[in-house]
């Protein structure tokens, strides 16, 4: 595998201890895929450490596009954004990249993998390119965590020719793999076979109670979804975009409770 390596960011300063892990204040997103198209607006929204946040929404209502902004992929269009502390627009690029590797993102519809690695490739490009590991360096934790999401034997496979289950689980292991403060995950179980469901509902469990697997540490989950059902029991703080709308729901009791017609169907979707 031949890569490109950068040198490893310098931490930036550290933020305050009670500084919220991301915050975007009064934000307007755009669109990832539609140039100048604004999805969503007046977003006031605090990720702190050990958070689990499931926002709902319906296909189309701008889920994406608010991962790729808390992330620090792409800018607010209007509003200010916060990562660990700092506000991003006064960051020179050294110091933003620092904070986005800080974040891993799991991407909806096979994980974005670069389709000319096998999977292991994959999982240790973060590694390779961040860190300055050669690929025989990094063999090690890559094989761990193959082993750590059930893909040991497909290593060696091109992600064209395993499931997009796979995918998925691979990406997973590729976000995980420089261990992150915060996951994002872009509706994770879009398309799962009950199987394969409560595979990743037990997984982001493990996850989010310290896994020993990524170093024990609990990381802040931010999950995107369309069905509120499977989430009630793992989620901690919720919230929903309508209408190109953000709004806080609360915790799993305040959603169940909640007579809003639009929160009501997402629970019987």
């Not at 991301?22 to 958070?51: C, H, K, Q, Y």
């Not at 902004?69 to 916060?82: D, S, V």
């Not at 990249?97 to 993998?113: D, I, N, P, Q, Y």
């Amino acid at each position: 595998m031949e890569t490109t390596p950068t040198a490893p960011p310098t931490a930036p300063p550290n933020a305050p201890a009670d500084a919220p892990l991301i915050e975007l204040i009064d934000a307007a997103v755009f669109s990832v895929g539609v140039p100048n198209l604004v999805t969503v607006e007046g977003v006031n929204w605090r990720i702190r450490a050990e958070d689990f946040w499931v926002v709902a929404g319906l296909h189309g209502s701008g889920k994406s596009d608010l991962l790729a902004t808390a992330a620090g992929l792409q800018p607010p269009e209007r509003g200010r954004q916060m990562m660990f502390g700092q506000e991003t627009a006064k960051l020179g690029e050294s110091d933003l990249l620092a904070h986005r590797l800080k974040v891993g993102v799991v991407f909806e519809h096979g994980g974005r993998l670069f389709n000319q690695l096998t999977l292991a490739q994959n999982i240790g490009l973060p590694l390779c390119y961040h860190h300055n590991r050669a690929e025989a360096e990094a063999a090690e934790t890559v094989t761990a965590m193959l082993k750590w999401i059930g893909l040991a034997a497909a290593a060696d496979s091109l992600p064209g020719r395993v499931s997009r289950q796979a995918r998925q689980r691979t990406a997973l292991a590729r976000a995980l793999v420089l261990r992150p403060e915060i996951l994002l995950l872009d509706n994770p179980l879009h398309g799962m076979d009950p199987r394969e469901t409560r595979w990743w509902i037990e997984m982001l469990g493990r996850l989010a109670v310290g896994h020993p697997d990524v170093g024990g540490r609990r990381v802040t989950l931010v999950v995107t979804t369309e069905d509120l059902r499977p989430w009630l029991k793992l989620g901690r703080q919720f919230g929903c975009l309508n209408q190109r709308a953000w709004q806080g729901l609360g915790d799993r009791e305040q959603v169940v409770a909640s007579d809003d017609p639009f929160v009501r169907d997402l629970l019987l979707a």
